[in-house]
């Protein structure tokens, strides 16, 4: 039976994973004793001898696998360490993506809201365009009436004068007066006669 410093045995990889295992089952055999009593009692020397030897070529064989075992979860987890980073720059590519389509969405919305107010505008110039336009008419035609009328006016007190210039015993053909502000009228009731003279027939009673 050996008997070992517990403090000399202490591996520097005892606490990571799967390390306590390893040593757990190397230590199987051996006895923690304080250091100064760290003796071997041997029964024979050949006994003792293979069992050293024996004993030493244990801890190397689970030395190597235990340093084998930790150098492939070292390279499981590089491995799962880069196929997370792999992960992590698609998601940030995704989301610069994303954020791009939404500034691309909000530009695009303040597009339109811009066409639609300038629509806007456009149509409110417009009617007050029309409505301009609209009042300008409105009082070019009242202008129009008052001058028709006017004339229209002038005229009855012509044929007014002319008729009281009539000598004696002539005949005045009767025109009949139309209340109305068309000028064709007027000019309708005077269709066939060229000569003002032909508005009067001499030869009435």
Known sequence: MFRVCKECFAPPLLARSGGPTIV????????VAPHSTSTVNMASSTSSTQEGHE?????????????????KMLREHRKELNETKA????????????????????????????MVKQSHESHDSTVAVLNYNAERLKSYVLELEA??????????EEIETL???????????????????????????????????????PSGP
């Open 24 to 31: 757990g089952a190397l230590l199987k055999d051996i006895t």
């Open 55 to 71: 004993s030493r070529q244990g801890t190397s064989d689970m030395w190597q696998g235990y340093f084998s075992e930790s150098l």
């Open 87 to 114: 992960t992590i720059e698609a998601q940030k590519l995704e989301i610069a993506d994303l954020k791009g389509r939404l500034t691309k969405s909000e530009d695009e919305k303040a597009w339109m809201h811009a």
């Open 147 to 156: 001058e028709l009328a006017g004339e229209r006016l002038c005229h009855l």
């Open 163 to 201: 008729q009281l210039k009539l000598k004696p015993g002539s005949h005045v053909i009767k025109i009949n007066r139309v209340d109305t502000s068309d000028a064709s009228t007027w000019v309708d009731n005077l269709s066939g006669h060229t000569r003002w003279a032909d508005l009067f027939d």
